[in-house]
Nanobody, 118 residues
Framework: QVQLVESGGGLVQAGGSLGLSCTANRDTSDCSGWAWYRRTQETGRERVAVTISDGYTVYTDSVKGRFTLLRDNEKNTLYLQMNDLKPEDTAVYFC????????????WGRGTLVAISS
């Protein structure tokens, strides 16, 4: 069973930066997608960024130019660098690995809270 553990959340002022990490306890290189989602009570769950096996990465419009998703296969780790943070970025951030095609499974982390003060 793959377990994903996020870290790096916290409280920062608007305009600041945070880096999130998500480490898997097992190899996920056979999976097809690695993503960060966020969830708030007001907006529900939103996919922030996703990278697929060929390296193509897509960002939701509201974070383009501010967030960067990186994946390190050797470390089984997914990163999300967040710059120029805004109060509306406040959410619980989750990492997700899509292994449905190869394993019939998808995996979620437990989430890390990111809070941005104005």
């Amino acid at each position: 069973q793959v377990q994903l553990v996020e870290s790096g959340g916290g409280l920062v002022q608007a305009g600041g930066s945070l880096g999130l990490s998500c480490t898997a306890n097992r190899d996920t290189s056979d999976c097809s997608g690695w993503a960060w989602y966020r969830r708030t009570q007001e907006t529900g769950r939103e996919r922030v960024a996703v990278t697929i096996s060929d390296g193509y990465t897509v960002y939701t419009d509201s974070v383009k130019g501010r967030f960067t998703l990186l994946r390190d296969n050797e470390k089984n780790t997914l990163y999300l660098q967040m710059n120029d943070l805004k109060p509306e970025d406040t959410a619980v951030y989750f990492c997700h690995v899509d292994c449905v095609r190869t394993r019939g499974m998808e995996y979620w982390g437990r989430g890390t809270l990111v809070a941005i003060s104005s």
